[in-house]
């Protein structure tokens, strides 16, 4: 999922932006996991907390996956989190992290809603294995200040250039209603793939 503001933002991009593939032990991890959650509030990540999504980065890392941080100094202004193609998934451990965290989005979001998301990324788990190999952008997201300033772009042109090198494409989905994101994906070449009730999966340079 992605976060993005359809309203213009000051233009505060600058030379002193830079993207940092993080490491296990980086330091930026707590930082990132509080913007993940702040900036997107509605999904089951996200309402599991803070330290459950702290550790299911730490998880990610320690299977070989990807997490970026977008830097302005020590401050964290964007995330982006990948998993990488032809790297065992550590679904089920994904899952059973902080299992009580569950009745915590249950609590949070509702019923409905809660039943929505995971019938959802059943849907988009089950579309994305029809595919050749591809990274997968599982969340991207922007502090709100530096929204519609590149940082989204620099997040997207480290990973992209990660996945030509090791000869993947790249996939992602984000919310059906989120037009910014689309907007932002399609001017960087990818391409609609299917659309579940909620969501949008589109590629790049996947056959």
Not at 104 to 117: C, E, I, V
Not at 125 to 142: E, F, M, N, S, V
Not at 170 to 183: C, H, K, M, Q, Y
Request: proline share 4%.
């Amino acid at each position: 999922m992605v976060a993005f503001s359809s309203s213009p933002q000051p233009s505060i991009m600058s030379d002193s932006i830079r993207v940092q593939h993080l490491s296990l032990d980086s330091v930026y991890l707590p930082q990132l996991a509080t913007l993940h959650a702040d900036c997107l509030p509605s999904t089951l990540t996200s309402n599991r907390g803070v330290r459950t999504i702290e550790g299911l980065y730490r998880l990610l890392l320690t299977h070989n996956h990807a997490i970026y941080a977008a830097l302005n100094g020590d401050d964290v202004v964007g995330g982006l989190v990948v998993t990488k193609a032809g790297v065992q998934s550590p679904t089920t451990l994904l899952v059973l992290h902080r299992p009580w965290s569950w009745l915590r989005a249950l609590g949070r979001l509702g019923p409905a809603s809660f039943l929505n998301q995971v019938s959802d990324l059943a849907a988009l788990h089950k579309q994305t294995g029809r595919y050749q190999p591809h990274d997968y952008i599982t969340a991207l997201y922007i502090s709100e200040q530096y929204r519609r300033t590149g940082v989204a772009t620099a997040l997207l042109h480290r990973c992209s250039a990660e996945a030509v090198s090791s000869n993947v494409g790249l996939g992602v989905d984000t919310s059906i209603r989120n037009e910014p994101a689309l907007r932002l994906y399609q001017s960087h070449g990818f391409t609609e793939r299917f659309r579940t009730r909620l969501s949008v999966m589109l590629t790049q340079n996947v056959g």
